[in-house]
């Protein structure tokens, strides 16, 4: 088997630009990384799709990153980490890191939770993964799942201080405060653009599990077991590439990214 480059980009995609809270956690992390980030704007929302449809689209996602050479993949899209992860691990040569995984860990980190609440797309709730594999490690565990997608949309319009939001919000997790939940996990790649208001709906005392930056330091720890990271001395790179381009599209890149700007090229999936 072809020993993947260690200065080759890294790979991370998503069905859209959330996956840049992701690739933001990444940089910080891992400063040397060059990244590839593709975001599959013409086909999001990935969450409210078949599962059969979820992994054809994140084999070809996955497809285009191999094709410009990276030397692991993060599936930084919750909903396709929870349907397709196996198929692309089992496809694809390069190491394939998906962003669930990392989230339950983060979770049982704590070995005082009890109650775990978790919410995420209709795809990913109703997939079970993170309720299998809470389950599984954790059987003592009580966990409150619930699909919550009227968050994307608010997430998407920048609609982060509105009164509505908070409105929806107490309306999603009320139910879930009246179940004694002690954290809450943000299985979806727009949650952490959340976490202030969460934080005034939820108060103090519920932990938050913010799935990008637990998938960062994963991703770190398999670079290393597979002598993968970079000792490259260039610059690193930061390359990025949208299914389908536009303003709002591009102006939601800087808003997930942050100050940086940069230029957003259109990728074509064969
Ligand atoms: N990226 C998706 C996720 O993390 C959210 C947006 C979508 O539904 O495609 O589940």
Redesign the pocket.
């Known amino acids: 088997m072809d020993i993947p480059n260690r200065n080759a980009p890294l790979g991370v995609f998503?069905?859209?630009v959330?996956?840049l809270t992701v690739v933001k956690a990444l940089r910080k992390l891992l400063p040397k990384e060059s990244i590839v980030y593709l975001g599959d704007t013409a086909r999001?929302?990935?969450?409210?799709k078949s599962p059969d449809t979820i992994r054809q689209f994140a084999m070809e996602d996955t497809q285009f990153l191999v094709s410009k050479g990276v030397k692991a993949v993060v599936v930084?899209?919750?909903?396709a980490t929870a349907h397709a992860l196996p198929l692309l691990e089992a496809t694809f040569r390069v190491p394939v890191i998906g962003v669930l995984e990392p989230g339950v860990e983060a979770t049982l980190e704590d070995d005082q939770c009890s109650r775990v609440g978790v919410i995420?797309?209709e795809?990913?709730i109703r997939s079970h993964a993170y309720q299998h594999m809470l389950a599984l490690r954790r059987p003592d565990v009580r966990i409150h799942a619930i699909s919550t997608p009227l968050l994307?949309p608010f997430v998407e319009a920048g609609w982060l201080k509105h009164d509505s939001l908070k409105l929806v919000l107490e309306t999603y997790l009320n139910p879930l405060l009246d179940k004694g939940i002690d954290t809450l996990v943000l299985?979806?790649?727009?949650y952490p653009l959340l976490i202030p208001v969460l934080r005034k709906v939820l108060g103090p005392s519920v932990r938050l599990v913010d799935s990008a930056s637990t998938c960062a330091t994963q991703v770190s720890r398999r670079l290393k077991e597979e002598g993968l990271l970079s000792t490259g001395r260039r610059k690193p790179s930061l390359d990025l590439y949208l299914t389908d381009l536009s303003e709002q599209a591009e102006e939601l890149a800087r808003r997930f990214l942050g100050a940086e700007t940069r230029k957003i090229q259109r990728a074509r999936l064969s």
Request: hydrophobic share 15%; with cysteine; glycine share 30%.
């Open positions: 998503d069905s859209g959330g996956g999001v929302p990935y969450g409210s930084a899209c919750n909903t995420g797309t795809g990913t994307v299985g979806c790649t727009h």
